[in-house]
């Protein structure tokens, strides 16, 4: 079988802390695919690797097949489809809704797009999030919820083929999640294969076909949901040991 994305022994050193340690990953054509772990496991740092933000200290990644970690720049491979948002989000602050978006369909598709079609594209990119009526509306003046819809409509303004997804539901509350819940299942149905970062259970459990668990930078497991929120070391590293002995010896485990 080809994946989408392959990773081979990904590491990635900042000085002498190593964020990502050696770790293998294959995301397959048209699924949604979630990476969890807890805070500082380096679940930001696989995505800055696989979009080119940060070098690998070790290993490489494949995108349909062909190597772009160290071979390509940050550019060219969203130029190759793939899109991301950002944690914090990174919006161009003297522009505007439309403007952040056109920043996505002009500079962001393979060799800049057809310039007559960026109209059409940026309209449909705000129509999907549901922010076209805040068109002409400066991203610094929005609260995080609408924010987070630019990052989001300007990631799909580029077209992508694969959509890195970095807690877009983060600060929002149970409606809003529901909202953006629904617009990543469809985004999926459009064809766009998805790699989702989320610390929100219900969110995981629910949109992700497979997740990885990642811990102080090493994989924990890649599975199903279901088979992943039984793993022991998963419990492990994220209630403690002292849970998953407990488990072990048959106690209560409601919660996990
Ligand atoms: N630019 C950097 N320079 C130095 N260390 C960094 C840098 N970026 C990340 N790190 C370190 O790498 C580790 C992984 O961080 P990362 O942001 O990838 O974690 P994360 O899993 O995304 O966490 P969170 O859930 O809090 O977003 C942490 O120890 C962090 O302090
Ligand atoms: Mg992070």
Do not use: W
């Not at 088979?227 to 002995?245: K, P």
């Amino acid at each position: 079988m080809e994946y989408l994305m392959q990773g081979f022994g990904v590491s990635i050193s900042f000085g002498g802390v190593q964020a990502v340690k050696d770790v293998d990953f294959e995301v397959r054509d048209g699924e949604i695919f979630g990476i969890i772990g807890p805070n500082g496991a380096g679940k930001t740092t696989l995505l800055n690797g696989i979009s080119g933000l940060v070098p690998l200290s070790g290993g490489e990644i494949h995108f349909r097949g062909k190597r772009i970690s160290g071979v390509k720049k940050p550019h060219q491979i969203t130029r190759l489809g793939i899109g991301r948002t950002f944690q914090v989000t990174r919006p161009f602050e003297g522009l505007t809704v439309r403007e952040n978006v056109a920043v996505g369909a002009v500079f962001g598709r393979p060799r800049g797009g057809r310039k007559a079609d960026v109209h059409e594209v940026v309209e449909a990119a705000m129509r999907f999030v549901g922010n076209a009526d805040k068109r002409d509306a400066l991203v610094p003046d929005l609260p995080v919820a609408q924010r987070k819809r630019v990052e989001l409509a300007r990631a799909l303004a580029i077209e992508p083929k694969l959509l890195l997804l970095d807690e877009v539901m983060a600060g929002l509350n149970q409606k809003e999640i529901e909202v953006v819940m629904d617009m990543v299942r469809r985004i999926r149905e459009r064809g766009t294969t998805v790699i989702l970062i989320e610390h929100i259970m219900k969110v995981v459990m629910g949109l992700c076909d497979r997740i990885m668990v990642l811990n102080y930078g090493e994989r924990l497991c890649c599975d199903e949901p279901d088979v992943v929120c039984r793993n022991d070391d998963v419990i492990c590293a994220y209630l403690g040991q002292r849970f998953t002995q407990k488990r072990r010896n048959g106690g209560a485990t409601s919660g996990a």
